[in-house]
T-cell receptor
Framework: GENVEQHPSTLSVQEGDSAVIKCTYS??????FPWYKQELGKRPQLIID?????GEKKDQRIAVTLNKTAKHFSLHITETQPEDSAVYFC?????????FGTGTRLTIIP | DAEITQSPRHKITETGRQVTLACHQT?????MFWYRQDLGHGLRLIHY???????NKGEVSDGYSVSRSNTEDLPLTLESAASSQTSVYFC?????????????FGPGTRLTVT
């Protein structure tokens, strides 16, 4: 099965600074690379995803980059804001099944 | 609007009892999933289904079962509840053929086994 590692497990950044979270995976057959955000007491929600034929995707302040050769992809958040405080999960997958990482708790310091 | 719901939202049960958690989606999605969420473990897949009468085991399926008799529902049954099954349970669904495997999650059920 897929082995997923996510780093760091916790991250604190000053408001306005950037945050980067990295996810490594083991299954070379994985072809879909999403990031989910989960606020306290809420359900996980997709914030950005990328397919294996694309190296980078950006949506306003968030971006995902993929290195398929090295089997890792990263979430980049720029100009962080208090509402970015949450737990973020990577979830590489294929055949419509995802394997979730253990999460990164991001805290934005005002 | 299409949605995915779970019931009950909170449940307290005793060790050894059978418990069923309901999941209902109106997205008309073929794929449905059950996860449990525990501190330090992220979301772990229990069972999943790609369509009516199809069910598959995930990485932590022992002690759980599911059945899919229609597109909208995937109930999760704990055959004999154990304290180790105290957790938050999330149901999710996704469509097929859209090019995205985005999963839409329900609000979760917090289960406590005493």
């Amino acid at each position: 099965g897929e082995n997923v590692e996510q780093h760091p497990s916790t991250l604190s950044v000053q408001e306005g600074d950037s945050a980067v979270i990295k996810c490594t995976y083991s299954d070379s057959a994985s072809n879909y690379f999403p990031w989910y955000k989960q606020e306290l007491g809420k359900r996980p929600q997709l914030i950005i995803d990328i397919r294996s034929n694309v190296g980078e995707k950006k949506d306003q302040r968030i971006a995902v980059t993929l290195n398929k050769t090295a089997k890792h992809f990263s979430l980049h958040i720029t100009e962080t804001q208090p509402e970015d405080s949450a737990v973020y999960f990577c979830a590489p997958g294929g055949n419509e099944k995802l394997t979730f990482g253990t999460g990164t708790r991001l805290t934005i310091i005002p | 609007d299409a949605e995915i719901t779970q019931s009950p939202r909170h449940k307290i049960t005793e060790t050894g009892r059978q418990v069923t958690l309901a999941c209902h989606q109106t997205w008309n999605h073929n794929n449905m999933f059950w996860y449990r969420q525990d501190l330090g473990h992220g979301l772990r897949l229990i069972h999943y289904s790609y369509g009516v009468h199809d069910t598959n085991k995930g990485e932590v399926s022992d002690g759980y079962s599911v059945s899919r008799s229609n597109t909208e529902d995937l109930p999760l049954t704990l055959e004999s509840a154990a304290s180790s099954q105290t957790s938050v349970y999330f149901c999710a669904s996704s469509g097929t053929g859209s090019g995205s495997y985005e999963q839409y999650f329900g609000p979760g059920t917090r289960l406590t086994v005493t």
